[in-house]
Nanobody, 118 residues
């Protein structure tokens, strides 16, 4: 099993910044893996925001390119999402998912709420 815990959400004004963290642990946390941030606003589907492989290959949704940066500290099994120039449409519950490629296991955290006021 893999445990996933997100943190760092909060309320921020438009134009502000937040840094989210996703910490993973567990005996099934093998490398290689891919860690992905998703965002879900009320009444909408869960959308991909950014992902990073264990080799630090990154991918971003078009809506966040140039504003968000995903990075990881493999020694601490932690992934960060630096969010700058936040917009009200960035509001939502941010979830972290860990995909362990060896087992094809997907593990989700409980989410952290981000609210951007206009």
């Amino acid at each position: 099993q893999v445990q996933v815990v997100e943190s760092g959400g909060g309320l921020v004004q438009a134009g502000g910044s937040l840094r989210l963290s996703c910490s993973a642990s567990g005996r099934s946390l093998f490398i290689p893996n891919v860690i992905t941030w998703y965002r879900q606003a009320p009444g909408t589907q869960r959308d991909l925001v950014a992902s990073i492989t264990s080799d630090s290959i990154t991918n971003y949704a078009d809506s966040v390119k140039g504003r968000f940066t995903i990075s990881r500290d493999n020694a601490k099994n932690t992934v960060f999402l630096q969010m700058n120039s936040l917009k009200p449409e960035d509001t939502g519950n941010y979830y972290c998912k860990v995909l362990v490629l060896l087992t094809s296991g997907n593990y989700w955290g409980q989410g952290t709420q981000v609210t951007v006021s206009s």
